[in-house]
């Protein structure tokens, strides 16, 4: 069962950062680096859910929710290889 909780609270602290043009002052590949981080350790450490965590953001971020790859190739948060593996 996954930490759903965990999941909604750290897509609020994305939004929260996002608010507060963070992500901009960052640039491209540093917060791809950064919410790859964030992400792989919720759900390695704290069993929460990439696709939660990453609601709304995929195509902000470029990053697939299902791999954490970044794609400019995205549909529902998610890149052809991992929509071709769920299809």
Known sequence: ?????GSYMLNEILELMEQEQIFGW??????????RNITNTACQKYDCNSGEILENFT?????CYGCLADSKDL????CEVCRNDMG
């Open 1 to 5: 069962m996954s930490n759903h909780s």
């Open 26 to 35: 960052l640039g491209k590949e540093k917060t791809q680096s950064l919410v």
């Open 75 to 78: 549909e529902n948060g998610l």
């Open 59 to 63: 195509d902000r971020f470029e990053l």
